[in-house]
């Protein structure tokens, strides 16, 4: 593999459940009663844009701006309050032999403050993309295809490793290979499975797994 597109929110850093229970008790400051489980499922991997405009359509009301500056603001403070990097990851990208960059749904001062918040944000600065930067976010695979255009690499040459149903399709799509990550705050029982049926190649449970996964699916390339 010449390069591995990390997604960000539930692979780096454990944000998704931050994330999560900011958003399900915000929507119901709104009128809009949804469980956690059901945001985790529909909505992990999606930009903020992709979530709010399929609310609306869902439930028939307008969130407007109003409901991202609060969902901004509260986040904020969540992560300055607990957010932890995924257990691991720092050990695994030093193992990591080839080049890594991010590629996120999420928007760039996001990425540069909570990487920043873990230390992580300098280790991949200023190889870090949002889908704010292509025309179509996850599971479209635009995101991923600019991030190996702006890296030099070949899509074929390139692993995804992503903890969303939408990022696992966006990386099929690219045609880049797929790496199923569930070892999130915000996983639960039938994770894996979720990502295996929207095509990840393999699924790990633990960051330190991440090296050896990539070394053997390399090794499977070259024969």
Do not use: N
């Not at 280790?123 to 993309?129: E, K, L, M, S, Y």
């Not at 292509?134 to 890296?151: I, N």
């Amino acid at each position: 593999m010449d390069l591995v597109i990390f997604d960000c929110d539930g692979v780096l850093i454990d944000s998704e459940v931050l994330a999560i229970r900011v958003e399900a008790a915000l929507l119901a400051e709104f009128g809009i009663a949804i469980t956690e489980d059901e945001i985790a499922d529909r909505y992990c991997g999606l930009s903020m844009a992709a979530m709010v405009a399929d609310l609306e359509a869902r439930h028939r009301r307008p969130l407007g701006a109003g409901f991202a500056a609060r969902h901004g603001a509260r986040f904020a403070a969540a992560c300055a309050a607990g957010l932890q990097a995924i257990d691991g990851v720092a050990v695994a990208l030093d193992a990591i032999a080839g080049r890594v960059c991010v590629a996120s749904s999420s928007a760039p001062e996001r990425l540069r403050h909570t990487l920043g918040l873990v230390g992580l944000y300098d280790r991949f600065a200023p190889h870090v993309f949002s889908a704010t930067m292509v025309a179509r976010g996850k599971p479209a695979p635009d995101l991923f295809l600019l991030a190996a255009e702006r890296m030099g690499a070949a899509p074929a040459h390139c692993a995804v490793v992503e903890d969303s149903a939408p990022g696992i399709a966006a990386a099929v799509a690219a045609g880049m290979t797929p790496i199923g990550f569930a070892g999130g705050g915000h996983c639960r029982d039938g994770h894996s499975e979720r990502l295996r049926a929207a095509g990840a190649a393999v699924v790990v449970s633990r960051m330190a797994e991440l090296p050896a996964t990539l070394a053997r699916l390399s090794s499977r390339r070259l024969r």
